[in-house]
């Protein structure tokens, strides 16, 4: 099976190599192109995530180019150094390149393990290859069982129900027992950070659409509305935001709190006593912990939540093994298949052949015995078609045996050799 | 089959209950299907028994008797309608104690049934049957709506808590949101509500239609008077609720359902402890065959 794989991660390359060899969608269309032009007859998927660039190929034959070949493409591309760029990438073949591609698929390679972006990435990078039309029979075959192994990782085992950053955690374990939908609900952000940012992606995911940015950098809160569609607000409109909010995110680096029990009392008046589920991930806090024992307010901060990040991770960490178990019998599956499909080609042969030695011997044998009649001659068909399936059946079951180890070279030449089976 | 008696449905849901409870010492993967299975097999022979009870009442009546033969058998029917949104809830939310709160209920109104209603079957007469249905049915629903209501609070209360003290954090247990909770409040109090105005008109309907010599029962008779209050009541916080906010959100509309849950408890205790004459006590089964017709009446809570 030439299945290569050429990339980085967030373990081989820091942080600033990977944005420099890092894809969009558009580059990764124009890259596919070009390698497809520069390698025909090579299928190829470009996968690139904030984690990993990585650079699946294929090809029927040995002529999957090499890591210095995929190094020296990215490297042009990006107009890098090659030399810089070679030590940092890693490559896998064969079936270590298909486990590659089902434990990332199924994010067990991935920073945070479990995080349930990844099997959407990897569909997106496939659907870009398709488009592309880089993606061949064997790519399509892998790709698509690495999507179906993802979803059978999340269902039999618990590692994406268990959320480890607290932005997540906040959304997922408590957000969610508070509020069954997000889509009719407010959220209001306080602070523009990369927190914030994560926040937003998660309550994205969950639905919800009404999102405002209050920031006392209004440039701030307008660049992250943009990034994240939401809508920016100005500093002094945060009270009557905070009235109309069902879900509040403050993350500002204020050294005092900037919502007293006294505002906030103020503000309550406004709110029809609607639940209000505020999560202040800010160090210091934001929101005075007094707030918490209003009516109605379910206040949560870093520290409540890290508490469930730790134990999801410990949870996530024994389900580990299980995830990998899953990974290496589809591995051995998927090669065993792939194997047993590549000897198609003989055992049609095969079974060509014999189908025309049974075809001719039905017909002489039909003219022999005229006074058959329709039925007669159907049970004679179906004997005949019966003991070519039992002859051939050995074979098949030999060569599908022999697929689980390795590819079937020395059988399938004896079989060639034996039946005088023509290339 | 007809050997099924209360003690088998009952035991089922009694370790379907206890399993429940385990719930609040240990995790374990088997227990849903197992507690499912006990709940399953209670409530079919639960529905067995029911069947053979109808099936009994029309032997020895000689008539059709419909579901409301007897008091004993009006509870046990609402303790099988529970048991139903019991195993439903249970299907679709595995992870959540629905049981800890309904089953409780269930085994309480079979408690009920078996050792304070009145077991004594009850005929009728035609020209009250149509209406006695429709108020027994009726009221039958709103009681168990009404109790939906106070389980769907009881949780709320108890989300609520879990959230304000961090519990949920540390707690294995999973509640539904407070916005479902508060929805399956609202939704079995409307409910109960419709259910509760079926079951006056078709009262005062019944008690129009009584046989000739029969006395009307009283309107100042404890059981109409609490369902009307009730009634007026679950009526005053919709009104009250719809024309200004707060009022429909959050806690306060939880303790409302349990001012509900009261009235209810009121109206079951004042039919079971003789101070009405509403179920054929005193003078409404004194024409000698207690076959009146108040009998579907006497079987209703209101």
Same mark, same amino acid.
Not at chain 1, 37 to 63: H, K, M, Q, W
Not at chain 1, 217 to 240: D, I, N
Not at chain 2, 72 to 93: P, R, S
């Given at each position: 099976m030439n299945v290569h794989v050429v990339g980085c991660n967030h373990r081989s390359a820091s942080i600033a190599v990977r944005e420099r060899l890092a894809f969009s969608t558009e580059?990764?269309?124009?890259?596919?192109?070009? &390698?497809?032009?520069?390698?025909? *007859?090579? +299928?190829?998927?470009?996968?690139?995530?904030?984690?990993?660039?990585?650079?699946?190929?294929?090809?029927?034959?040995? /002529?999957?180019?090499?890591?210095?070949?995929?190094? *020296?493409?990215?490297?042009? &591309?990006? *107009?890098?150094?090659?030399?810089?760029?070679?030590?940092?990438l890693y490559e896998y073949h064969g079936d270590a390149a298909i486990r590659h591609l089902f434990s990332v698929a199924s994010s067990l390679d991935s920073m945070v393990v479990g995080e349930p972006q990844i099997p959407f990435q990897v569909k997106q990078?496939?659907? !870009?290859?398709? =488009? /592309?039309?880089?993606?061949?029979?064997?790519?399509?075959?892998? &790709?698509?069982?690495?999507?179906?192994?993802?979803?059978? !990782?999340?269902? +039999?085992?618990?590692?994406?129900?268990?959320?480890?950053?607290?932005? /997540?955690?906040?959304?997922?374990?408590?957000?969610?027992q508070i509020f069954e939908r997000f889509d009719d609900k407010r959220v209001l952000v306080i602070g523009a950070g990369e927190m914030a940012e994560e926040t937003i992606r998660y309550l994205r995911a969950e639905g919800a659409g009404d999102i405002t940015i209050v920031?006392? /950098?209004? =440039?701030?809160?307008? =660049?992250?509305?943009?990034?994240?569609? *939401?809508?920016?607000?100005?500093?002094?409109?945060?009270?009557?935001a905070l009235a109309t909010a069902d879900v509040v995110v403050s993350t500002t680096g204020a050294e005092e709190p900037i919502m007293t029990v006294q505002r906030f009392a103020e503000i309550e008046a406004l709110r029809d006593q609607r639940p209000l589920f505020i999560l202040d991930l800010a160090v210091p806090r934001d929101f005075?912990?007094?707030?918490?024992?209003?009516?109605?307010?379910? #206040?949560?901060?870093?520290?409540?939540?890290?508490?469930?990040?730790?134990?999801?991770?410990?949870?996530?960490?024994?389900?580990?093994?299980?995830?990998?178990?899953?990974?290496?019998?589809?591995? #051995?599956? &998927?090669?065993a298949d792939w194997r047993h499909r590549a000897t198609g080609a003989v055992i049609q042969q095969l079974r060509a052949d014999w189908e025309s030695i049974k075809e001719e011997e039905l017909r002489r044998l039909f003219q022999r015995l005229s006074q058959l009649d329709e039925r007669g001659r159907e049970e004679v068909r179906q004997s005949f078609h019966r003991l070519l399936n039992k002859l051939l059946h050995p074979p098949m079951e030999s060569l599908r045996d022999e697929a689980r180890h390795g590819f079937p070279q020395a059988l399938l030449d004896a079989l060639s050799k034996l039946f005088q089976l023509k290339d | 089959m007809s050997g099924v008696s209360i003690i088998c449905f009952a035991a089922s849901y009694a370790v379907a209950l206890a399993l429940e409870l385990t719930r609040l010492l240990f995790r374990s993967g088997v227990r849903g299907a197992i507690m499912l299975a006990f709940g399953v097999a209670g409530l079919f022979a639960h529905t067995l028994y029911l069947f053979y009870r109808v099936v009994e009442s029309y032997q020895s009546a000689g008539a059709l008797?419909?579901?409301?033969?007897?008091?004993?058998?009006?509870?046990?029917?609402?303790?099988?309608?529970? @048991?139903?949104?019991?195993?439903?809830?249970?299907?679709?939310?595995a992870k959540v104690p629905f049981g800890l709160f309904l089953l409780p209920l269930v085994l309480g109104l079979i408690g009920v049934g078996v050792f304070v209603a009145d077991p004594r079957p009850?005929?009728?007469?035609?020209?009250?049957?149509?209406?006695?249905?429709?108020?027994?049915?009726?009221?039958?629903?709103?009681?168990?709506?009404?109790?939906? @209501?106070?389980?769907?609070?009881?949780?709320?209360?108890?989300?609520?808590?879990?959230?304000?003290?961090? @519990?949920?954090?540390?707690?294995?247990?999973?509640?539904?949101?407070?916005?479902?909770?508060?929805?399956?409040?609202?939704?079995?109090?409307?409910?109960a509500l419709i259910m509760l105005g079926v079951g006056i008109l078709s009262g005062v309907a019944l008690n129009f239609t009584r046989s000739p010599g029969q006395p009307p029962l009283p309107w100042n008779d404890p059981v109409v008077l609490v369902t009307i209050s009730m009634f007026v009541w679950l009526l005053l916080t919709g009104v009250v609720g719809a024309a200004y906010r707060p009022a429909r959100k959050g806690r306060r509309v939880i303790y409302f359902t349990l001012v509900s849950f009261v009235f209810l408890v009121i109206a079951l205790w004042s039919v079971l402890s003789n101070m009405t004459q509403h179920l054929g006590r005193g003078g409404w089964r004194s024409g000698g065959t207690g076959r009146t017709a108040g009998v579907v009446h006497r079987l209703s809570i209101g």
């Open positions: 580059q990764a269309r124009t890259a596919l192109r070009e &390698f497809r032009d520069r390698f025909p *007859g090579v +299928e190829a998927v470009l996968l690139s995530t904030c984690n990993r660039i990585e650079f699946y190929t294929a090809a029927e034959t040995d /002529s999957s180019p090499s890591l210095e070949q995929v190094a *020296g493409f990215l490297a042009r &591309f990006h *107009g890098q150094d090659l030399k810089e760029i070679l030590p940092l990078a496939y659907q !870009v290859a398709v =488009e /592309s039309q880089t993606a061949g029979p064997l790519l399509h075959t892998a &790709f698509q069982t690495a999507l179906k192994v993802a979803r059978r !990782v999340a269902s +039999e085992t618990t590692i994406q129900q268990r959320r480890v950053s607290i932005p /997540s955690v906040a959304v997922s374990d408590f957000a969610r920031n006392r /950098s209004a =440039e701030r809160a307008k =660049e992250l509305a943009h990034r994240t569609g *939401g809508r920016p607000l100005a500093w002094e409109a945060l009270p009557q005075d912990p007094a707030i918490a024992d209003r009516p109605e307010v379910y #206040l949560y901060s870093v520290d409540d939540l890290r508490e469930v990040c730790e134990r999801n991770r410990a949870e996530r960490d024994k389900e580990l093994p299980k995830a990998r178990k899953i990974i290496d019998e589809e591995t #051995l599956r &998927f090669a | 008797g419909g579901p409301f033969a007897s008091q004993k058998e009006w509870y046990l029917i609402a303790a099988w309608l529970l @048991a139903i949104i019991y195993l439903y809830l249970t299907c679709y939310h009850m005929g009728r007469e035609p020209a009250s049957a149509v209406w006695g249905l429709v108020h027994g049915t009726s009221l039958l629903l709103a009681t168990v709506a009404v109790l939906v @209501a106070f389980v769907a609070g009881l949780m709320y209360l108890g989300q609520d808590w879990r959230l304000k003290t961090k @519990a949920a954090i540390s707690s294995g247990l999973r509640f539904p949101s407070l916005e479902r909770l508060q929805q399956l409040n609202s939704r079995s109090l409307v409910i």
